[in-house]
T-cell receptor
Framework: DAKTTQPNSMESNEEEPVHLPCNHS???????IHWYRQLPSQGPEYVIH???SNVNNRMASLAIAEDRKSSTLILHRATLRDAAVYYC???????????FGQGTILTVHP | SQTIHQWPATLVQPVGSPLSLECTVE??????LYWYRQAAGRGLQLLFY??????ISSEVPQNLSASRPQDRQFILSSKKLLLSDSGFYLC???????????FGDGTRLSIL
């Protein structure tokens, strides 16, 4: 798995968009980019993943740089329920294994 | 639909006692299974993974072991717990390479 770098924390206001960045400069050509989020005392929840093209689902959008060395998770309208630790992973090719770093603590203000 | 169950939710054990945590998955066949540990305020550390019955790979040497006696059952064990084994233990499954992992609710283990 490629090492990922994320900001330790970010803040947002409710109803505003949030852009969570992730750097994965050593990503291999077959590694997918995965995003998960974790609420206190719960297991991580899958958010979105992609390989090269931008991806959208009901939870978020994933924008992947053309050189794939970075990506951005986009929450279009943050809610208080989006406050969590967000983990970016670049891997999944070797037995589906993922490496979870420290993540970004997202605080959403009412 | 697929579900994953972990138990117990919390566990308090004395140092030197044995451990057995169980994880089962329903609604899928031949899943990849994973055990993670999370220390307080830290990210997740992959402990073991399994791609089939009886196939276990260890990521981190320690006094823990894992077994997969049935297709959708994954067990984490220890013969003698250490203080450093405290943490939040999470089981996860996926259908294969580059696919999302789905996590259980975890077991919070405290060693006294």
């Amino acid at each position: 798995d490629a090492k990922t770098t994320q900001p330790n924390s970010m803040e947002s206001n409710e109803e505003e968009p949030v852009h969570l960045p992730c750097n994965h400069s050593t990503i291999s050509g077959t590694d997918y980019i995965h995003w998960y989020r974790q609420l206190p005392s719960q297991g991580p929840e899958y958010v979105i993943h992609g390989l090269t093209s931008n991806v959208n689902n009901r939870m978020a959008s994933l924008a992947i740089a053309e050189d794939r060395k970075s990506s951005t998770l986009i929450l279009h309208r943050a809610t208080l329920r989006d406050a969590a630790v967000y983990y970016c992973n670049a891997g999944g090719t070797s037995y589906g294994k993922l490496t979870f770093g420290q993540g970004t603590i997202l605080t959403v203000h009412p | 639909s697929q579900t994953i169950h972990q138990w117990p939710a919390t566990l308090v054990q004395p140092v030197g006692s044995p451990l057995s945590l169980e994880c089962t998955v329903e609604g899928t066949s031949n899943p990849n299974l994973y055990w993670y540990r999370q220390a307080a305020g830290r990210g997740l550390q992959l402990l073991f993974y399994s791609v089939g019955i009886g196939q276990i790979s260890s990521e981190v040497p320690q006094n823990l072991s894992a077994s997969r006696p049935q297709d959708r059952q994954f067990i984490l064990s220890s013969k003698k717990l250490l203080l450093s084994d405290s943490g939040f233990y999470l089981c996860a499954w996926s259908v294969g390479l580059n696919q999302p992992q789905h996590f259980g609710d975890g077991t919070r283990l405290s060693i006294l």
